[in-house]
């Protein structure tokens, strides 16, 4: 079992930046494919990116490519998401997940964890 508690969600002009963070519980956080979603009102949930417990290889949704940056940080049991040049459009709950059974997972279905989920809201 591991529990999530995402931080670090807030209110940012367009062009401004976040770090989010994700806290897990449990020893063996290291075995775990961690990954970002998001969700804006009325859409479904979407994939921004995922570290995988392998190797530490990451993969990008190509709406975050080249401005977010996922990493971890297995002694501290956290999980990043460094936000830059944020626009409007990147408005949204942002929730991270955890899975041991997929390690290249990019699809909700695929994660057995979720947090609680932390409010972006990039203001133009």
């Known amino acids: 079992q591991v529990q999530l508690v995402e931080s670090g969600g807030g209110l940012v002009q367009a062009g401004g930046s976040l770090r989010l963070s994700c806290a897990g519980s449990?020893?063996?956080?290291?075995?775990?494919?961690m990954g970002w979603f998001r969700q804006a009102p009325g859409k479904e949930r979407e994939f921004v990116g995922r570290?995988?417990?392998?190797?530490?290889?990451?993969l990008y949704a190509d709406s975050a490519k080249g401005r977010f940056t996922i990493s971890r940080d297995n002694a501290k049991n956290t999980l990043y998401l460094q936000m830059n040049s944020l626009n409007p459009e990147d408005t949204a709950v942002y929730y991270c997940a955890a899975t041991s059974n997929v390690p290249q997972a990019i699809h909700p279905r695929e994660y057995d964890y979720w947090g609680q989920g932390t409010q972006v809201t990039v203001s133009s």
């Open positions: 449990g020893r063996t956080f290291s075995r775990y494919t």
């Open positions: 570290i995988s417990w392998i190797g530490g290889s990451t």
